[in-house]
Structures are given as structure tokens and as C-alpha cells.
């Protein structure tokens, strides 16, 4: 029996950079993935950059973040699904964790997702365990959804508490 799978495709009518920052997000339907629902996102043509990653130019100065993961060249359409591992102190723990889930996908697949989510507000954060994103101190960030559905970024030494789900790709 094959599993169910959402297809979403994004419909982006301005530029995704614009899209961002007048909230002109499409999807064609209401999307809301269950735990470990196998769902597939499209890439925004041209590919988003680690650099160019719409909230690196958010009010808390996240424009001094250095993006040093390699660049987007995969196919458009992945399959992905979200999972609530539990609690970690490390993101080195995490990321083993998150590997008996599926694949640590590239950080900027935050934003067809949160494209696809269209800035719906949600009572858990949603990331990507991608290290990419380093400030000039050299401290690691990754990319979150926040609860207000909004691209940020999180400092990763925090730790991570079990009210966050990842994102994590699939074959």
C-alpha cells in the first residue's frame, strides 16, 4: 500500500523576496502536515541563497549573519516530513536523533515551507538542524519558523526543548 502524500506547489506572483515582506503567500490548499505526514514542497525558481534567505533582513539584525553551508542544487520537489524527537542540549545530539527520521535538509528549505504554511500562526516552532548561519562571533544559528509564523533564526547553544518540530527530508 503506498503512503498518502501532500503535494503542495507554490504559486508565487511576485518576486519571493517581496513575497516575504508583504505576506503575498499562496498555497493552493490549507497546509497543516500531521506528525510524520509525508508531504512534498517545490523550491522557488531561481533558488532561494543561504544569503538571501528572506529573514536575514529581520528587525534583530540578522543581516550580520554569514551563511557558510553549500548552495541549494538539488531537485525542486522534495519529499519531507515533520518529527517531535524530544529534548536535546546539543544540536550535535539532535542531528543524530533527526537522522533515524530521514535527511537534515538544507536550512533554506524553511521558506518553501513557510510559504506553503502562508504565515499561519502555530503553537510550536518549526526548524531546520542546519548550522549554516554563523555570526561574527562565530556562534551557529539555524533557521525556525516562529510562532507567529514568521521566518527567524535561533542561537543554537540554547538547547532545544520538546515544543519544536523538524523538518527533515525524505527519500
Given at each position: 500500500?503506498a ?5 503542495l ?5 511576485v518576486?519571493p523576496?517581496v513575497?516575504?515582506n508583504t505576506?503575498l503567500h ?5 497546509f497543516?502536515p500531521?506528525?510524520s505526514e ?5 523550491m ?8 538571501s534567505?528572506?529573514?536575514l533582513?529581520g ?6 549573519l554569514?551563511f ?11 519529499s ?5 524527537p524530544?529534548?536535546?542540549k546539543t544540536?550535535?545530539?539532535l ?6 527520521y530521514?535527511?537534515?535538509?538544507e ?10 504554511r ?12 542546519d ?6 562571533e ?5 533557521p ?5 509564523g514568521?521566518?527567524d533564526?535561533?542561537?543554537s547553544?540554547?538547547g ?5 518540530a523538524?523538518?527533515v527530508?525524505?527519500?
Amino acid at each position: 500500500m503506498a503512503k498518502s502524500m501532500t503535494r503542495l506547489r507554490i504559486i508565487p506572483s511576485v518576486p519571493p523576496a517581496v513575497q516575504h515582506n508583504t505576506g503575498l503567500h499562496r498555497a493552493e490548499k490549507e497546509f497543516q502536515p500531521h506528525a510524520s505526514e509525508v508531504f512534498q514542497l517545490t523550491m522557488v525558481s531561481p533558488p532561494i541563497t543561504g544569503a538571501s534567505l528572506p529573514g536575514l533582513t529581520g528587525i534583530f539584525g540578522w543581516s550580520s549573519l554569514r551563511f557558510t553551508g553549500q548552495e541549494f542544487s538539488g531537485p525542486p520537489i522534495q519529499s519531507f516530513k515533520l518529527v517531535w524527537p524530544g529534548r536535546f542540549k546539543t544540536l550535535e545530539e539532535l542531528s543524530s536523533a533527526l537522522r533515524g527520521y530521514g535527511h537534515i535538509p538544507e536550512g533554506i528549505w524553511i521558506y518553501p515551507y513557510l510559504m506553503a504554511r502562508g504565515g499561519i500562526r502555530a503553537e510550536k516552532l518549526t526548524s531546520i538542524a542546519d548550522p549554516s548561519w554563523l555570526s561574527p562571533e562565530s556562534f551557529c544559528f539555524i533557521p525556525i519558523i516562529n510562532t507567529k509564523g514568521e521566518l527567524d533564526f535561533y542561537f543554537s547553544k540554547l538547547g532545544f526543548g520538546i515544543n519544536r518540530a523538524w523538518l527533515v527530508r525524505v527519500d
